[in-house]
Nanobody
């Protein structure tokens, strides 16, 4: 049974930091890519960051470049999102996604709220 379970969300002050984690289990093959997405109330879900498993290359949405870092621990099959210099507009539900053989698997999401 494939599982992606996000954790690490919560309340942070503007300028603060949070680190999200997403352990993946149940895959019969290594996901080609792991991504973080987010969805704010009333807005469409948007991709935040992606890491490619084969070479570790990463790419980011312009809105988070220089502030967020995606990384992966292959031994633990876990992907992380380090979020620094948080802004109120980063408030959203953050989702983890694994791409395996062209199919996307999603976690249930974790709430991130940035407010003073």
């Amino acid at each position: 049974q494939v599982q992606l379970v996000e954790s690490g969300g919560g309340l942070a002050q503007p300028g603060g930091s949070l680190r999200l984690s997403c352990p993946a289990s149940g895959f019969t093959s290594t996901p080609y890519a792991m991504s973080w997405y987010r969805q704010a109330p009333g807005k469409e879900r948007e991709r935040v960051a992606t890491i490619i498993s084969t070479d570790g290359s990463t790419n980011y949405a312009d809105s988070v470049k220089g502030r967020f870092t995606i990384s992966r621990d292959n031994a633990k099959n876990t992907v992380y999102l380090q979020m620094n210099s948080l802004k109120p507009e980063d408030t959203a539900v953050y989702y983890c996604k694994a791409l395996v053989s062209g199919y996307g698997y999603w976690g249930q999401g974790t709430q991130v709220t940035v407010a003073s």
